[in-house]
């Protein structure tokens, strides 16, 4: 028995010659580099998003999975080729060049149903130059996105292994599992909204139209190949000195490119209209 072994084994090492050194031993894996986020608690919380490996991020909506989209383009694409692949055709670009996002370093992969969105996905990582991919499954219905096999998601691991590439999902769901590198789920916390003061009763009621000013999040690690600092996975027992975090917060905040209050003092309105839009929409 172990002759046939040891025959086997130099006969498989006899054939992959030249093309695999030593396949009978495990390559230690070199820690990955990794590539800021742009959000700053998130960044000190996971060190950034690993090069060469899928990272997932889900959340339901409104957890602030487009918000950290918008900041890791707007960081990379000072440097690098991003491409983004928008299965739902829901991307704004407006909105995201509002967000820091350099356009002209953008491709923008429009598509129409989850079959073409990973033709294209999987077409951009084999040709390579990009140093972040997004795929936004955020707006796909999740009875389809859970029907990708779990061979997808493992090609997609291995397309973009060994590369200086970034590979990006957003989903409501996790559905790559252990293909993923890291696994961050998003949760909303609190909203803040502008105009929450009320001055007076007007005699006239409608529903006030106050604007989104930010929001607090949270995040949390379900799955990390790479050996951070300060995660806890969430299957495990918090230790007893409290050396580690289980989650992260954060907060989205609007741009601070001009006074909102200011801007809406400009607006012609009526007196009663403008006292109504003080009140809290919750």
């Known amino acids: 028995m172990r002759s046939s072994t040891a025959s086997l084994r130099l006969h498989i090492e ?3 010659a030249g093309r695999i050194p030593s396949p009978f031993r495990l390559r230690e894996a070199a820690p990955p580099s990794v590539v800021p986020t742009g959000i700053a608690a998130l960044d000190e919380f996971l060190g950034g998003l690993p090069r060469g490996g899928l990272t997932e991020i889900y959340g339901p909506p409104g957890a602030g999975k487009t918000s950290i989209l918008h900041s890791a383009l707007a960081s990379r694409t000072r440097s690098e080729v991003c491409a983004l692949v928008d299965a739902q055709d829901a991307f704004d670009p407006h909105s995201s060049e509002a967000s820091g996002v350099y356009l002209p370093r953008l491709l923008w992969a429009r598509c129409h ?6 033709r294209c996905l999987d ?3 084999h040709g390579g130059g990009f140093g972040l991919v997004a ?3 955020a707006d796909a219905p999740v009875r389809f996105v859970r029907q990708v096999p779990l061979n997808v998601w493992f090609r997609l691991r291995r397309a973009v292994e060994d590369t200086p ?5 957003l989903s409501r769901e996790s559905n790559a599992k252990t293909c993923a590198s890291l696994v961050l789920r998003l949760e909303r916390e ?6 929450r003061t009320r001055k007076a009763e007007p005699r006239a009621f409608h529903t006030p139209a106050c604007l989104l000013n ?5 995040a949390e690690i379900v799955r990390s190949v790479p050996r951070y600092k300060k995660p806890r996975f969430i299957d495990q027992p918090a230790p007893a000195d409290n050396s580690f975090e289980a989650s992260v917060h954060f907060e989205m905040n609007a741009a601070d490119r001009y006074d909102l209050k200011e801007a809406l003092t400009l607006l012609p309105r009526p007196k009663v209209q403008q006292e109504e839009r003080m009140q809290d929409p919750g």
């Open 165 to 169: 590439t970034v590979l990006l999902v």
């Open 190 to 195: 609190a909203n803040q909204w502008s105009l």
């Open 113 to 118: 149903g989850l079959e073409q969105a990973f």
């Open 123 to 125: 077409l951009l990582l």
């Open 14 to 16: 006899s054939t992959l």
């Open 214 to 218: 930010g929001s607090v999040h949270s």
């Open 135 to 137: 795929l936004d499954l």
